[in-house]
């Protein structure tokens, strides 16, 4: 079966500081990759998604992330933080097998200090 | 373009009672799924609806529902109230059953069981 583990619960960042938050998945073939945000009072949004091809994706507000087949890995990143990308942070595996409904992890609390 | 909006934003119920929330979709997307996400957790698949049919189905007993209607508006319904339900109830629209279809999500509402 399929499974995601965000391995940190929360992450405390200066702002203007590089982040990443680490995702790692649990499925035998490629699976599609999502990494969503949610702020409070908000729903979720769709940050970046893999299907296949270039293993670096761009996403909005500034994100990427690398997908590492070999370490079942699909880290997010952004190089400079602002105070307004403080939320919660999912990555969420879709695959053939589960008609690619969404498999979460717990989530990536992210702090970010002044 | 609307977004996805549910009602109501807020809920309290007691044990045994039942509950129904309801979700306009995205125009032009004929496709929902609903979610639930307790404190601290990703969020957990309940089902999907595709033009009007339930199109998949997570680990929820029975007394979880639903409805897809002719606009592609959706219902979820919980019978028999458990403490455990109290969540934040999410739907989400896409505009088929491609992975590759973006699920828009709804700011959600958030149930609570006493």
């Known amino acids: 079966a399929q499974s995601v583990t965000q391995p940190d619960i929360h992450i405390t960042v200066s702002e203007g500081a590089s982040l990443e938050l680490r995702c790692n998945y649990s499925y035998g073939a490629t699976p599609y990759l999502f990494w969503y945000v949610q702020s409070p009072g908000q729903g979720l949004q769709l940050l970046l998604k893999?299907?296949?091809?270039d293993t670096l994706v761009q996403g909005i507000k500034g994100f990427e992330a690398e997908f590492k087949r070999s370490q079942s890995s699909f880290n997010l990143r952004k190089p400079s933080v602002h105070w307004s990308d403080a939320a919660e942070y999912f990555c969420?595996?879709?695959?053939?097998?589960?008609?690619?409904?969404?498999?979460w992890g717990a989530g990536t609390k992210l702090i970010i200090k002044p | 373009e609307t977004g996805v909006t549910q009602s109501p934003t807020h809920l309290i119920k007691t044990r045994g009672q039942q509950v129904t929330l309801r979700c306009s979709s995205q125009s032009g997307h004929n496709t929902v799924s609903w979610y639930q996400q307790a404190l601290g957790q990703g969020p957990q698949f309940i089902f999907q609806?595709?033009?009007?049919?339930?199109?998949g189905r997570g680990n929820f007993p029975p007394r979880f529902s639903g409805l897809q209607f002719p606009n592609y508006s959706s219902e979820l319904n919980v019978n028999a109230l458990e403490l455990d339900d109290s969540a934040l109830y999410l739907c989400?629209?896409?505009?088929?059953?491609?992975?590759?279809?973006?699920?828009?999500f709804g700011p959600g509402t958030r149930l609570t069981v006493l």
């Open positions: 609806y595709y033009r009007e049919e339930e199109n």
């Open positions: 893999y299907f296949s091809g």
């Open positions: 989400a629209s896409r505009a088929g059953l491609s992975p590759a279809d973006t699920q828009y």
């Open positions: 969420a595996v879709g695959a053939m097998d589960s008609n690619y409904q969404l498999i």
